[in-house]
């Protein structure tokens, strides 16, 4: 099985493509194709990150023995890149006790980045919230300061004793955009005189 512990990030916020000469930039069955006809067999992709900015080969080897659903080990979900890194939630303050303490969200490091629907709006998140209160809510939170995603469930609870149903303050926004961190430096850096 492919370790894609250290890559969440990069499948969530990903633009993949085979290293050869199939382009895959929207929902058929050619990444399918791809990987079933390669089965057991080293999968040279190329994998764009908007979190650092650059392309970088990933070798992957799909595989049916791994003991898991798929070939991959990992969800893929084609949507469109463009604005996905102003597409996130910033978690501000979280209340002692609150439903997202208990889920374990972190203050001003983690960014809600996904759910088991597409999120497209600013206001989407909080309909989802909304309309899940009193039920588990997965939600994909990535973390500034381990810079990893992570899966956590939380339950929307208006009862718990504090402010709204999770119990945090959420940002979204040019202000709460996940920040930026190129792997390696754009080149020296100058002062003018």
């Not at 089965?39 to 190329?46: F, G």
């Not at 600013?122 to 939600?139: A, M, Q, R, V, W």
């Not at 939380?154 to 999770?166: F, H, K, R």
Request: charged share 20%; proline share 5%.
């Amino acid at each position: 099985m492919p370790d894609f512990d250290d890559e969440c990030l990069i499948t969530i916020f990903a633009h993949k493509k085979p290293h050869h000469t199939t382009v895959l930039f929207r929902d058929n069955d050619l990444l399918k194709a791809l990987l079933k006809a390669n089965v057991e067999k080293e999968v040279q992709l190329e994998v764009w990150s908007t979190k650092s900015l650059r392309v970088r080969q990933l070798e992957v080897f799909p595989s049916n023995m791994w003991g898991g659903q798929g070939l991959l080990g990992a969800s893929v979900r084609f949507c469109s890149f463009q604005g996905a890194n102003e597409k996130v939630w910033h978690v501000l303050d979280v209340g002692s006790n609150s439903p997202a303490a208990l889920a374990g969200l972190q203050a001003h490091q983690d960014f809600i980045v996904g759910a088991d629907q597409v999120l497209q709006d600013s206001e989407d998140l909080f309909t989802l919230i909304e309309s899940n209160e009193g039920k588990p809510l997965k939600l994909l939170v990535y973390n500034t300061g381990t810079e990893l995603c992570r899966e956590l469930v939380v339950t929307p609870n208006g009862a718990w004793g504090g402010e709204g149903s999770l119990g945090c303050g959420i940002g979204y926004g040019y202000l709460h955009r996940i920040p930026s961190r190129p792997e390696q430096p754009w080149g020296p850096s100058f002062t003018s005189t």
